[in-house]
């Protein structure tokens, strides 16, 4: 039996369950409820039209999909060398591996559940062996881009309270920067990390140091679920410390809706903290779900809408060369209501400023996303929407570059910039984005 088939065998009540909340718009999913995980890429695919046009004009050295989520379930580490996460004392459970939190017998357990079989369904894996599985998924997905194009492979931190202290309980998932680092290592080049570490961390300074020693390329951050206010006098160092190593801030902002937590902790506007430390903040998702309270407004100001938030930031010019906006996500189906918005400015006055990103494995996960319903909206033209549902059941990620290539709003598309970000990860005085 295939992997789909045995996922879907495990827990189809609460699969369906999670499938239609994180459709987020009420509609049957027109692609699919799981990833036939179709194999690999026939040539005939490989070679087709939409592909060879996401090509043009790019050096696939300077591509990258800068935003690639590494998942694991800690089987990897189950060795002599290394024990179990669960015999390890708490301060130390985030050091290693990775994991995830199911939360049994809480209120959101059986969500959590369903939604780590849809992570491993997107991604082809089952256990056991998750780990060594998607990280050779990972390889043979990257084999179907371009010589020389690179990913950003992302760790986690865990949830820490207002004293710095881990709590395993309130973290839904974890990946360590050791893990992150090893795995990106055994790539020949082709994986890029960015390291995760909590600001309130008595141990942030020391840690942060170490894993740029270690060739962290960014700091990854989930404010919502971590735990995180950016805006905390107590995240002053972190930051100071950040811009004298030039490492970048890869930050969520707008609604979280992969893991719970404070959503209030998401408001773009929030970062004008690090951005005014120097810091070099990219905005996934260019914050575009939900509301924020428009902080500049007072304490009777309405909500406003967080991508609009994420908007005056953009427009501040102090912030010209140091705001960023990630694309990752952008294509999903509760969220394509900014893209229209997010192509004209990128093709206008944010060239250079947009970074792609593709989210994997969400682009697996078959329910977010509807490519049909993107050529309902004008953003695709109706003959790529054949080629792109069918290179998806391959290989999600190069749907997601592919797909982006594709967009427009009537005659702009997204710059080429946008999709050549390796020079804006290399190390050194503030590089670029872009080739």
């Known amino acids: 039996?295939?992997?789909?088939?045995?996922?879907?065998?495990?827990?189809?009540?609460?699969?369906?369950?999670?499938?239609?909340?994180?459709?987020?718009?009420?509609?049957?999913?027109?692609?699919?409820?799981?990833?036939?995980?179709?194999?690999?890429?026939?040539?005939?695919?490989?070679?087709?039209?939409?592909?060879?046009?996401?090509?043009?004009g790019l050096d696939a050295t300077q591509v990258m999909d800068m935003h690639v989520h590494l998942l694991g379930t800690g089987d990897a580490i189950r060795s002599p060398v290394h024990p179990h996460v669960d015999g390890l004392p708490l301060h130390e459970v985030f050091q290693h591996g990775a994991g995830f939190n199911e939360a049994e017998g809480s209120w959101r357990w059986p969500l959590a559940w369903a939604q780590r079989r849809f992570f491993q369904n997107a991604s082809?894996?089952?256990?056991?062996?998750?780990?060594?599985?998607?990280v050779a998924r990972l390889k043979a997905l990257l084999q179907d881009f371009a010589p020389g194009a690179r990913v950003l492979l992302l760790a986690l931190d865990g949830f820490h309270d207002e004293a710095g202290r881990p709590d395993r309980e309130r973290t839904h998932v974890w990946v360590s920067n050791?893990?992150?680092?090893?795995?990106?290592?055994?790539?020949?080049?082709?994986?890029?990390?960015?390291?995760?570490?909590?600001?309130?961390?008595?141990?942030?300074?020391t840690e942060l140091a170490r894993v740029h020693a270690l060739g962290a390329r960014a700091v990854k951050w989930i404010p919502a679920t971590q735990g995180i206010d950016p805006a905390s006098p107590r995240c002053d160092a972190?930051?100071?410390?950040m811009a004298r190593l030039n490492l970048p801030l890869i930050t969520?902002?707008?609604?979280?809706?992969?893991?719970?937590?404070?959503?209030?902790?998401?408001?773009p506007l929030k970062l004008r903290r690090a951005l005014e430390h120097g810091v070099r903040v990219v905005v996934a998702h260019c914050a575009s779900m939900g509301d924020g309270k428009d902080l500049d407004g007072g304490a009777n100001a309405s909500p406003v809408s967080n991508f609009k938030l994420f908007e005056r930031l953009m427009d501040d010019p102090k912030f010209e060369g140091r705001l960023f906006g990630d694309l990752s996500a952008m294509t999903q189906r509760a969220r394509a209501g900014d893209l229209k918005r997010t192509i004209e400015r990128g093709a206008t006055d944010w060239q250079g400023r947009l970074l792609n990103g593709s989210d994997y494995p969400l682009p697996g996960i078959m329910p977010l996303f509807s490519t049909p319903e993107l050529a309902q909206q004008g953003l695709?033209?109706?003959?790529?929407?054949?080629?792109?549902?069918?290179?998806?059941?391959?290989?999600?990620?190069?749907?997601?570059?592919?797909?982006?290539?594709q967009l427009r709003a009537g005659s702009r598309t997204l710059p080429p910039t946008a999709f050549t970000s390796t020079n804006f990860f290399n190390p050194g005085p503030t590089p670029g984005v872009g080739s």
């Open 178 to 205: 050791d893990y992150c680092a090893t795995v990106a290592q055994g790539a020949d080049g082709r994986f890029w990390w960015a390291a995760s570490l909590h600001p309130y961390r008595t141990d942030a300074l």
């Open 1 to 56: 039996m295939d992997p789909s088939r045995r996922l879907l065998t495990l827990g189809a009540a609460g699969a369906v369950v999670a499938a239609l909340g994180m459709a987020a718009g009420g509609a049957w999913p027109d692609e699919g409820l799981l990833n036939p995980c179709a194999g690999v890429l026939p040539p005939e695919l490989a070679r087709h039209g939409v592909v060879r046009d996401a090509w043009a």
């Open 124 to 134: 082809c894996v089952q256990e056991p062996g998750v780990d060594q599985a998607y």
């Open 238 to 241: 972190f930051f100071a410390a």
């Open 252 to 267: 969520h902002a707008g609604d979280e809706r992969a893991a719970p937590g404070d959503d209030a902790l998401g408001n």
């Open 380 to 405: 695709i033209t109706a003959t790529a929407v054949e080629p792109l549902v069918r290179i998806r059941r391959h290989n999600p990620m190069l749907y997601d570059f592919v797909l982006k290539r």
